[in-house]
């Protein structure tokens, strides 16, 4: 039995567990979306450009576990690229599929359109090698099925994006059809047990003997299937347990060990302290950078009594294991660790929580503020909801928000692009469907460089409420190093929901100036599933976070520092 290329890929896509799939149409890739139409168990998502188009796939391998999008050569593709690198960075698995070029034109000698102007035309294949973890270019029919079944089993399993190239003409050419595959996840691939059972019993050893442990969750346990395992582990220790900044939601933030998140002098109160006075701590799937240790001022735990369980493999003081899955070390582990609450104790004695402000609902007539803003989002977050927060200062204002059991938190912290979170938040909010509300909080400069796609939401009906906070420029970057630049032309937001409607769309668009005009906002947001919200709430500018100012000091002289002297 024989199928054809386009169907094949099609085929394999439903198998991963995917339902949609996002693209834009060049004239490379149009025969190519013709035959992947033709299954009906996979709905297409068009999306108003190649770089929104990633973002939103990136969005929904969030909230799937798997996604794939669909560009044209070169000059699609190029576009995407940055969407495709903050995948990798966040370790998602992205299916990137691109058009290549006929096949009869690589001996030709000529020259191509939506090319730099040379006959080898493997330069695209080659930029996307650094930010996938495998690249194949299909210019053969007979070769296509063990190319696509290689890349999506190396996608899935290394949970990171791989790079498809199918040439133009191949997309309805006929190929084998695909035979049973199991696409194995990164938590289930095999490992040595022997190895995972040394790396336990040396894990619980340090941690059984400490006075105070300490566990702090990390981004990696998602990707890595590890947070349920996590989860068990803390428990059967009982101590405090904090999580990184883009870890939140990872451990349930009702329950009585968690003490927030840990992100140095703009930790949640008590946790740096809690961190400092640990004598071992143990971080599952952490990721380190000049972000999440502010500039490096805060570093590691003390190395004499810090454990991670990473995506490479186990670090102790003593040892390095290598090649052993977060998710089998952790639940190895939980057999072995002894019960120890010290630094939960601690914590609950010190009384921490009394250092965050009550809060007093402002009067409706009170000018918004940033504080009223963040306290009405935070009531507006449900069990059936997911909080997408922008890099800029509505990550601070996101890390502060307390997030009731069931409900999920989104940021973009390693890759950090701004604009990322509307397409990628309308692509989550496809995956999860109209009975889960998608809330964005996003910054005016951020929402510029991609509002195209809210149009997209009106246009599929997403069940998402978009803030767009207008505080009249880029509120982080002036954080970091005040200037001109800082500055732009400022838009009507809410208006704009009027254009994207057009004379067929229900968007809604609403300015909110004051503290009522807020709140009436929200509730018509939550009365509206099948109708994207746009609320245009205006803050002063120099309203934001004393937490924005901790972190972007020592961040922007880390980024600053002189070059190192010649040895």
Not at 47 to 63: D, I, K, M, S, W
Not at 300 to 325: C, F, W
Not at 467 to 488: D, W
Request: proline share 5%.
């Amino acid at each position: 039995m024989t199928t054809t290329v386009g169907h094949y890929l099609a085929t394999r896509l439903e198998q991963i567990g995917l339902e949609h799939y996002f693209q834009v149409p060049g004239d490379y890739n149009l025969q190519l979306l013709d035959e992947l139409l033709k299954n009906d168990n996979l709905k297409m998502m068009s999306c108003t450009n190649e770089l929104n188009a990633a973002y939103a796939a990136e969005g929904y391998a969030r909230a799937n576990g798997a996604s794939a999008c669909v560009i044209t050569f070169n000059v699609g593709a190029f576009s995407a690229l940055n969407g495709v690198a903050g995948a990798y960075a966040e370790r998602l698995p992205m299916i990137f599929i691109s058009a290549g070029y006929n096949t009869n034109d690589e001996a030709s000698g000529r020259f191509l359109h939506h090319t730099i102007g040379t006959t080898d035309y493997s330069y695209q294949e080659e930029m996307f090698r650094p930010v996938t973890c495998k690249t194949v270019r299909i210019l053969t029919a007979e070769e296509a099925p063990s190319l696509i079944d290689d890349a999506i089993a190396t996608a899935l399993r290394e949970s990171k994006p791989c790079y498809i190239e199918i040439a133009s003409n191949l997309a309805d050419a006929e190929c084998a059809d695909p035979q049973p595959r199991t696409f194995e996840r990164a938590w289930e691939v095999d490992y040595d047990q022997e190895a995972v059972e040394r790396a336990a019993s040396e894990i619980a050893e340090q941690i059984n003997a400490a006075e105070k442990p300490l566990l702090l969750a990390g981004p990696h346990l998602r990707p890595y299937g590890a947070i349920d395992a996590f989860r068990r582990v803390a428990e059967a220790i009982g101590c405090a347990v904090a999580v990184q900044p883009n870890a939140k939601s990872f451990f349930p933030e009702g329950h009585p060990q968690f003490i927030g998140h840990y992100l140095g002098n703009s930790s949640a109160p008590g946790a740096e302290a809690m961190v400092d006075l640990a004598d071992c701590v143990l971080a599952a799937g952490p990721m380190f950078t000049d972000y999440s240790t502010v500039g490096w001022t805060t570093t590691v735990p003390n190395e004499s009594g810090y454990i991670a369980i990473a995506e490479d493999g186990v670090t102790t003081p003593d040892t390095k294991h290598t090649n052993l899955p977060i998710a089998a070390v952790l639940e190895t582990l939980e057999a072995k660790v002894q019960r120890n609450t010290a630094t939960l104790d601690q914590f609950s004695r010190d009384d921490v929580t009394g250092e965050s402000a009550n809060y007093t609902p402002a009067e409706d007539s009170a000018q918004l503020t940033r504080a009223e803003m963040v306290h009405q989002i935070n009531e507006l977050i449900s069990a059936d909801s997911t909080l997408f927060a922008e890099t800029g200062d509505s990550w601070f204002n996101g890390m502060h928000m307390q997030l009731p059991g069931g409900a999920g938190f989104e940021i973009e912290m390693q890759w950090g692009a701004i604009g990322w979170s509307v397409p990628s938040a309308h692509g989550y909010a496809v995956a999860k469907g109209n009975e889960h509300h998608t809330i964005l909080m996003v910054g005016d400069g951020s929402f510029q460089l991609t509002a195209q796609e809210v149009c997209n939401m009106i246009r599929y009906e997403d069940n998402i409420t978009v803030i767009v906070v207008n505080n009249k420029g880029y509120v982080i970057e002036s954080a970091l190093h005040e200037g001109p630049y800082n500055y732009y032309k400022n838009w009507d937001y809410a208006g704009l929901v009027s254009a994207f409607n057009a004379d067929d769309g229900e968007g809604i668009g609403i300015t909110a100036t004051t503290a009522g005009e807020l709140r009436q906002a929200f509730r018509i947001a939550s009365e509206n599933t099948r109708r994207p919200v746009v609320i245009e709430a205006q803050i002063p500018h120099d309203d934001m976070t004393q937490d924005l100012v901790k972190w972007g000091k020592p961040v922007s002289a880390a980024i600053g520092r002189p070059p190192a002297s010649a040895q």
